[in-house]
T-cell receptor
Framework: QKEVEQDPGPLSVPEGAIVSLNCTYSNSAFQYFMWYRQYSRKGPELLMY????GNKEDGRFTAQVDKSSKYISLFIRDSQPSDSATYLCAMSALGGYQKVTFGIGTKLQVIP | AAGVIQSPRHLIKEKRETATLKCYPIPRHDTVYWYQQGPGQDPQFLISFYEKMQSDKGSIPDRFSAQQFSDYHSELNMSSLELGDSALYFC?????????????FGEGSWLTVV
């Protein structure tokens, strides 16, 4: 079993929909959570990061962490065709150098 | 803002040849990572360096080696190339001075082995 599980999709939604992307993890040491967006043949771009359980909002994006369930989510409101990309969750322990573990990524397509 | 710089962006090599990829981290970042991403796969961690010393090793083949230099740039050397080495290779950097280890990626180097 992988330390981080993420449904690869693909996920197709109509423009304007609310998108929910999720990851589960098994390593209790993970305390730092990140979401990356990757367009085809491009480097992953950091979208959001968070340390604590609860919600963190940035524009149309909301990151949610539930450490008790080892479950994290990324919500995209008012989705746009330009949001079509692969979304990767990533996580690590805290403090000093820590290896970051990625999910496989969920491919999202927002249809105009 | 300065980002992670990788070179070359594209590289075509024949089987059994050698390739070298270069990475220039974000200024003042003390950690460099190398990842390999095959088609439809998540980035696979290869190796990392913290303050010029190898800090972690992932699924890096013995044919590959890497190092970080005094100016913090890093090079990934790949020898006896195989067709299966064709992939997008990412370099990333981070600073351990913060609370969390946020990794910033370069645009990647495309290696095609023919």
């Amino acid at each position: 079993q992988k330390e981080v599980e993420q449904d690869p999709g693909p996920l197709s939604v109509p423009e304007g929909a609310i998108v929910s992307l999720n990851c589960t993890y098994s390593n209790s040491a993970f305390q730092y959570f990140m979401w990356y967006r990757q367009y085809s043949r491009k480097g992953p771009e950091l979208l959001m990061y968070t340390y604590s359980s609860g919600n963190k909002e940035d524009g149309r994006f909301t990151a949610q962490v539930d450490k008790s369930s080892k479950y994290i989510s990324l919500f995209i409101r008012d989705s746009q065709p330009s949001d079509s990309a692969t979304y990767l969750c990533a996580m690590s322990a805290l403090g000093g150098y820590q290896k970051v573990t990625f999910g496989i990524g969920t491919k999202l397509q927002v249809i105009p | 803002a300065a980002g992670v710089i990788q070179s070359p962006r594209h590289l075509i090599k024949e089987k059994r040849e050698t390739a070298t990829l270069k990475c220039y981290p974000i200024p003042r970042h003390d950690t460099v990572y190398w990842y390999q991403q095959g088609p439809g796969q998540d980035p696979q961690f290869l190796i990392s360096f913290y303050e010029k010393m190898q800090s972690d090793k992932g699924s890096i083949p013995d044919r590959f080696s890497a190092q970080q230099f005094s100016d913090y740039h890093s090079e990934l050397n790949m020898s006896s190339l195989e067709l299966g080495d064709s992939a997008l290779y990412f370099c990333a950097s981070s600073s351990t001075r913060g609370r969390g280890n946020t990794i910033y990626f370069g645009e990647g180097s495309w290696l095609t082995v023919v």
